[in-house]
């Protein structure tokens, strides 16, 4: 337990400072912070979607009568050069704007830390009845890792996007499919896109807000939580069992992990505080 906290519980019980009550407050999700991430994750994947509708639909119809027209003794890889180096160009055209995004993640991160402290002196208030700084010299760290977690998988957005589409046209061209086939099987693999930079945000957002409550939680003493999940229809089974009961910080649970560790996951770790001051 950090020192300078032990003195201040010290200091106050000597003042006779009545206690505060023993039941925490609850401990948020910050879902505005998820949010936003979400709303830039999403503004990529449409300019990305934007950038393939623009260049690469009108080339299209050329390559099917490529392909359609070619002898067999002609050379088989032209269409091939123009589709990749029209790949290419739009990896170059996105690239600003994956660079801005990964930016902004850095500034999410700072968003969930904030928004993680405010929940932890609310704890220290209505418990307490204290404030205290800490040094918290793991935070650095933890945002780091963040940053760099989240760089590669924005980056990963128009790599695996690009190469799908690519795939697409490619097998369309090899099947004979027609301009409309080919496109609207492309257009489909967008929401692939959508749904995987939506995942990232959450899961991304709860992992980095449930290191930073074990840290600051396990900083002040608090050894113990209970596990708390949103209470809806998307709860999977596993959670669902855990809801309400008790767990260590140093023994997580073997199936999820502790709240926020699962893909995905939305539950939080609502501090046992039983105790604490005596």
């Not at 307490?128 to 040094?135: Q, T, Y």
Request: glycine fraction near 4%; charged fraction near 30%; proline fraction near 5%.
């Amino acid at each position: 337990m950090n020192k300078a906290f032990l003195e201040k519980v010290r200091k106050r019980k000597f003042a006779n400072i009545k206690k505060k009550a023993k039941i925490p407050p609850k401990w948020l999700f910050p879902k505005n912070a998820e949010k936003s991430y979400d709303k830039a994750l999403y503004s990529l994947v449409k300019d990305l979607k934007d950038l393939i509708k623009q260049y690469l639909f009108p080339e299209i119809p050329s390559m099917i009568a490529e392909v359609e027209m070619k002898m067999p003794m002609d050379r088989q890889d032209d269409y091939l050069d123009r589709l990749n180096s029209l790949i290419l160009y739009i990896r170059d055209a996105i690239e600003s704007k994956v660079n801005n995004t990964v930016s902004y993640a850095g500034l999410i991160g700072a968003e969930i830390a904030r928004f993680n402290k405010q929940q932890f002196e609310k704890l220290q208030q209505s418990v307490f009845g204290i404030d205290i700084f800490l040094h918290e010299p793991w935070l650095g760290d933890q945002l780091e890792l963040f940053a760099n977690q989240n760089t590669q998988l924005i980056t990963s957005i128009p790599d695996q996007e690009l190469e799908r589409v690519s795939g697409d046209i490619q097998r369309g061209l090899q099947q004979g499919l027609r301009y409309s086939d080919i496109t609207q099987k492309i257009q489909k693999s967008f929401g692939i896109s959508h749904r995987k930079a939506k995942l990232i945000a959450r899961d991304q957002t709860a992992k980095l807000n449930s290191s930073l409550t074990r840290l600051r939680q396990q900083e002040i003493g608090i050894e113990e939580y209970i596990w708390q999940t949103v209470e809806d229809e998307r709860v999977r089974q596993t959670h669902r069992h855990n809801n309400g009961k008790r767990f260590r910080w140093d023994k997580p649970p073997p199936i999820t992990g502790h709240p926020g560790n699962d893909v995905n996951c939305r539950c939080i770790a609502r501090p046992v505080i039983e105790g604490l001051i005596e």
